[in-house]
């Protein structure tokens, strides 16, 4: 079972994605996005479990995607 690891938030408040470290062997982190449809990027390793870690890593993944709030300044809620 996966476990929170982060919550990601714009400036304002909205809840973007949450980060969860996985007990699975392909891959160590995933990044859902909130809302419906929710998206997941798996990370495989090589992600420190710091604050602009995450926040690199989940912008990168918004861009990726189109996602609306991709442009936004996140903050880290570690969990």
Do not use: W
């Amino acid at each position: 079972m996966a476990t929170l690891l982060a919550e990601v938030q714009t400036q304002q408040g909205k809840d973007v994605a949450k980060v969860y470290r996985t007990p699975n062997e392909d891959h160590e982190y995933e990044i859902r996005t909130s809302g419906t449809p929710s998206e997941t990027d798996r990370i495989h390793g090589g992600m420190a479990k710091t604050r602009e870690s995450i926040r690199s890593n989940t912008s990168e993944f918004l861009k990726s995607i189109n996602h609306p709030d991709s442009g936004s300044n996140f903050r880290v809620q570690m969990v």
